[in-house]
């Protein structure tokens, strides 16, 4: 830690939930596997029901727009025109994994508390795993969603690659919003309760079946940068129907914007972390 006045400096909890973690990989990885056993303990096809019930629902979507309403128009995104079905498809999968990442993540803490009243154990991994078995289910959707959009024509291209930058930064944005949100909903039942409130709204508001660079007015549309899962979601777009780069000249004012929330989030989620980690054992 650094030593300022003769006070110890851990960058608003940062440091601690740093060495929560050195040397705690593999328990991590052990611990998001029985995550995803414990959610579906009982269910004779277990984790695979992850699995079955988003691409029920792409089904659904698929059939509604393809088949009953039949929207010839389509949708204009950069500098070309797809059909309802694939633009919603390229957005829905990551909100998919958003969604829960932040309702998950935000009971994480409730959910185990049998860790958190054991003082050795490092009560910010909780976090860490729940949203890493969450990911495990997503790289299988995006697999599903990949076969599917080459089945129509898209790809394959190097640009495709770039989901996994936009998986990784998706995983560590809203695991870092988990140390906000996991004390403070263990905290408060309220809290949670508003996140599941808000949630649906996230979604409207997100570009999952919109194109929110086509937004008028201007200043409206540089706004919709602040909402991250537009980022995510144009991103996922970008790489599997676009092939735009990561960090095209374009879009350089939305990439600085995101940087700048990332950060922000990462000191604000650690200080808050740190302020409720001593009494989450007596509040729960």
Avoid at 68 to 77: A, D, E, P, T
Avoid at 153 to 173: H, R, T, V
């Amino acid at each position: 830690m650094i030593k300022i006045e003769g006070k110890k400096f851990d960058w608003f909890g940062l440091t601690q939930i740093l060495k929560e973690h050195k040397g705690k990989l593999r328990q991590i990885r052990m611990l998001s596997v029985n995550e995803l056993k414990k959610k579906y303990k009982g269910a004779a096809l277990g984790p695979i029901w992850a699995l079955i019930k988003p691409t029920f629902t792409l089904f659904i979507l698929w059939f509604a727009f393809e088949i009953g309403l039949k929207r010839n128009g389509g949708v204009h995104f950069i500098n070309g025109k797809y059909t309802q079905f694939v633009f919603m498809l390229t957005g829905y999968v990551p909100w998919f994994y958003i969604s829960e990442c932040i309702v998950g993540g935000s009971r994480s803490i409730r959910s185990n508390k049998q860790f958190v009243t054991k003082l050795s154990f490092p009560v910010s991994n909780i976090m860490t795993f729940t949203s890493l078995s969450g990911l495990y289910i997503h790289i299988l959707l995006c697999a599903i969603m990949y076969v599917v959009l080459l089945c129509l024509g898209f790809g394959p291209s190097i640009y495709n690659l770039q989901f996994i930058y936009y998986a990784l930064m998706m995983y560590f944005f809203f695991l870092v919003l988990s140390w906000m949100t996991a004390p403070l909903s263990a905290f408060s039942k309220d809290f949670e309760n508003l996140i599941n409130s808000v949630i649906t709204g996230l979604f409207w508001l997100s570009g999952i079946f919109w194109n929110t660079y086509d937004i008028s007015p201007l200043w409206l549309r540089k706004l919709m940068y602040f909402n991250p899962i537009n980022y995510f979601v144009n991103g996922y777009r970008k790489s599997f129907l676009t092939d735009t780069f990561i960090f095209d000249s374009n879009y350089t004012t939305e990439t600085i914007v995101f940087y700048a929330e990332f950060i922000f989030m990462i000191f604000l989620g650690a200080h808050t972390y740190k302020k409720f980690r001593k009494i989450l054992p007596d509040v729960l």
